[in-house]
Each structure stands twice: as C-alpha cells, then as structure tokens.
C-alpha cells in the first residue's frame, strides 16, 4: 500500500468545489441511519472533521424528524 505524506494545504482551495458540486447525499441514505441508530426527535449530532457539513445539514433537514447538529473541522495548520 502507499502512504501518501501529510500535507496540511493540500484541500485548502478545494472546500468551495466540494460544496458546490459533490453530491448530495440522498435523502434515503439519511432515514436509514436515523432508523438504524434509533436517533429520535431532539438527539444531537456531532460531525467530526465537517468539512462544508453537508452530512449535518442533510441530517437537520430530515423530513422524518429533525436534528440539532454541530459540526466540528480542525486545520492543522492553524
């Protein structure tokens, strides 16, 4: 296997490409983790390494129930 070394600003300019054209995750992806987990109305949820929170926004939004998020991204560089 490769290692590929530590680069720290390596995805720094990439954050704005990945929100604005990385797929959503689907909204059935989301309800069968809600289910799975037995995450119920009120629970929250703690997304490490964020990035632009697109899985905690999909998981706030859920239609079934909604969910207070945090999302919590760490730079290494800071």
Same mark, same amino acid.
């Given at each position: 296997?490769?290692?590929? &070394?530590?680069? $720290?600003? /390596?995805?720094?300019?990439?954050?704005?490409?990945?929100? /604005?054209? /990385?797929? $959503?995750? $689907?909204?059935?992806?989301?309800?069968?983790?809600?289910?799975?987990?037995?995450?119920? &109305?009120?629970?929250?949820?703690?997304?490490?390494?964020?990035? $632009?929170?697109?899985?905690?926004?999909?998981?706030?939004?859920?239609?079934?129930?909604?969910? &207070?998020?945090?999302?919590?991204?760490?730079?290494?560089? /800071?």
């Amino acid at each position: 296997m490769t290692t590929v &070394p530590f680069e $720290p600003r /390596r995805f720094r300019t990439t954050a704005a490409y990945y929100g /604005r054209f /990385r797929v $959503p995750y $689907p909204d059935a992806l989301i309800e069968r983790v809600i289910t799975r987990t037995g995450l119920r &109305p009120g629970d929250r949820l703690l997304d490490l390494g964020c990035g $632009p929170g697109q899985i905690g926004i999909a998981f706030a939004a859920a239609k079934r129930t909604r969910h &207070p998020g945090a999302g919590w991204k760490i730079h290494r560089d /800071r």
